[in-house]
């Protein structure tokens, strides 16, 4: 088991989900986080006072995945989320030691399911 | 404790004289003999004015809270709210006699009206004589409210909640009150003089706005200060607020003709164009200069035209305001965009820019384009004939800008000695909703 956390630009959200549903991957969290990275942003105004360094609005996905959908949701991020521009994000990958089912208390494999 | 006991002496000192002579208040206004002045219309419009212009204050609160950071929401509303309640109260027990009680050399009231006494339901024939005394007297403190109200802009975000109360009952005793009675009181010197200020521009704007630049210099700046300020929390409730106040400015300024007449016409409608043209001003430079039009540019600049236009709006054209709404989208934007950031001073929410530079200006303006075709009553400015009108402005700008400077640089500074302004750093870092209130505006979790 995988714990997949992708960080990617707001306004791709809808696009990645569409893609994960689409390798059947439905189980997702979504928040909403700031963050800075390499990417500057647009600064903002507010009466002539340019917002310098301010953290730029971004949407974070975590998505625990049994290791056969490893792959696919990595594509599905990647397919939804890339641009091509600098801020497009990151996806990282960490082992899921357990996973339990609260209503069931069934473990691992067929509690992330 | 020690903050209440304060506050319990100012007001015992600022009260004066007259606890005892409330009884006269029932009995002057038991008198039924001239009832017949009473014009109902004018009435009915005079007290919807004075509902309108209290509700400025709570839109003000909400205008100046969605442009501070979400730690400090509470702070900023609680300031408007506390100086609805206590500036009311002062108003009663001395505010509005020093303001309008009978003259003493030009300079300020006498304390025969404290707890209004003999001022009741019939009218008073020298300030509006067709109207309850009373009513004039309400719609009048709801004025003395948003002036204290309007200075917050200045200091946001780093004062005392126990410092502020104190020194808005100072400031509106010993700056308000006395510039009030200077251009608006029967017999104050600079009506006598001539001065033209039909609802405000001096007596609220700029009376707020110098004193805003004072508490900005006095205090200092905020922690971070200019880079390390998140930018406003909620600007739709600075849209809000802003709504609010423009929506309110029909009564402060028709209002202010105190009749239900063609004058409150004009001035309903000056006020609205001002400020629409204000707006539109203030958008197209930011166009120009910021590459977008932005909301809360927008929104400033229309606060701005209704507070250039306020002195104004009882003896100008259409025409006079566009010109006046154009000015007041220029100057405090090249104050506030331009000027506030080279001189360094953090006038948190632009108080002193936007009402002290559109006050002057309006004042001044009120010199150029005045004219008798609208109020007989009034005076022909500049571009009327009469350059003297401009100089008779610019001496009730300076007489009040530098009161107002002065002493509300002398009062910050008695306060800061008495009980310290401004919150402690660590207190200001946490926000002043927590550490002045025991509250938070918003909840995370449900």
Redesign the interface.
Known sequence: MKYIIAVIQPDRLDEVLKKLEEKEIHLVTVSNVVGRGRQKGVAEVYRGHKEQGSLLRKVKLEIAVNDAFVEPAIKAVIDGARTGQIGDGKIFIIDLPECIRIRTGEKGNMAIG | MKITLAIAAVVLLTAGTGICETQQLVSAGSLTSQNSTIDTGDTAWVLMSAALVMLMTPGLAFFYGGLVRRKNMLSVLMQCFMALCIISIQWVVCGYSLSFGPNIHGIIGGLDWTFLTNVGMTPNATYAPTIPHEVFMMFQMMFAVITPALILGAFAERMKFSAFVIFILLWATIVYDPVTHWLWGDGGFLKNMGALDFAGGAVVHINAGMTALAAALVLGKRQGY??GI???HNLPFAALGAGLLWFGWFGFNAGSALKASGLAGNAFAVTHIAGAVAGVTWSVL?WL??K?P?T??MI?GAVAGLAAVTPASGYVTPIGAICIGMGAGIFP?LV???LK?KLGYDDSL?AFGVHGIGGIWGVLATGLWATKAINPDGADGLFYGNPLQLWIQAKAVLFTMIYSFVMGYVLLKFVDVVIKLRVSEHEERVGLDLTQHREAAYTIID
């Open positions: 200019p880079n998140s930018p406003p930011d200069r910021y977008k932005t809360l540019g400033t934007w506030v965009t331009c950031t632009d």
